[in-house]
């Protein structure tokens, strides 16, 4: 495996077994914008793993169900 999605697992083992609403406001913001980041770096390369990037954006979906039951706005939805 390469170090680059290796590193991306290890960033998204920290928010993927826990509940989106445990986050702070400020929490979740951040992990938003680093699945953003990691959507972004994994699916432009040369063979994306679609298993991975699925996941992300099952996440993805997650936070912005949340973002918006807290009243914030979200103007970045994945493909």
Do not use: C, W
């Not at 699945?35 to 679609?50: D, I, Q, V």
């Not at 039951?69 to 939805?77: A, C, N, T, V």
Request: charged share 35%.
């Amino acid at each position: 495996m390469d170090k680059f999605l290796l590193r991306s697992i290890n960033v998204l083992k920290t928010f993927l077994d826990k509940n989106v609403r445990g986050f702070t406001d400020q929490q979740l913001v951040d992990l938003h914008r680093k699945t953003h980041m990691l959507y972004a770096g994994n699916s432009k390369r040369e063979k994306p793993n679609k298993k991975f990037l699925d996941l992300l954006v099952k996440k993805h979906n997650q936070m912005v169900k949340e973002l918006k039951r807290r009243d914030m706005k979200h103007f970045s939805p994945l493909p």
